[in-house]
């Protein structure tokens, strides 16, 4: 069964499951890009990911999709498997859905109406700096021009646009501002990939675990914050 691509639009801090049900949440979510080995895929998900992304595009972190289902293999139900693809030909995408089967298709907005997604796949669409769209739908990733690069994106785009859709933060992230993007943005998760690899292309474990754990202690204050001021 076959479904074009589409979204619908919302507000706020609500999240919106793949069924479409709503929940109140104030935990961020945690993309991990670029997966292309064990000890990566491993260790995001010991961390707390709540997604691995795996890219079928030009890049060192590129992967089949035949090796992408071979590293997902142990990954959890809970965590989403996210197939992350570029202007895809169709013969790709076909391929990447079928082998693959991800849980999230990752691509630019515009690729999204030439793609038939599969039953149970959940459409993420890219838009990047500059080209922040009038009318958001539900969900989207949010960065800069060109992805992979460590470029961080425009803040303050991404913080107009957060405040209207459940946006996923990504570009130039690291453990050592995604704290200070987290405060700014206000965004309902965030994405890294070149921010937690020891050399390009090639993921650090340990960068993994700290970066995750730098967004929980945001997490963790929110919490307690919130539980303060419901005493109050």
Known sequence: MTQRARSGATSGRADIDDAGATARTDRVFVKICGINSAAAAAAAVEAGADALGFVFAESPREVTPERALELAAHVPAGVKRVAVLRHPPRALWQRVLDVFAPDWLQTDAEDLAEIELRSGCVALPVYRDGRAPQSPPARLLFEGAK???????????AGALASRTQLILAGGLDASNVADAIRRVRPWGVDVSSGVEKRRGEKDPRMIHEFIARVRVLDAGAETGARKEKKG
């Open 147 to 157: 992805s992979g690069s460590g470029r961080t994106a425009d803040w303050q785009q």
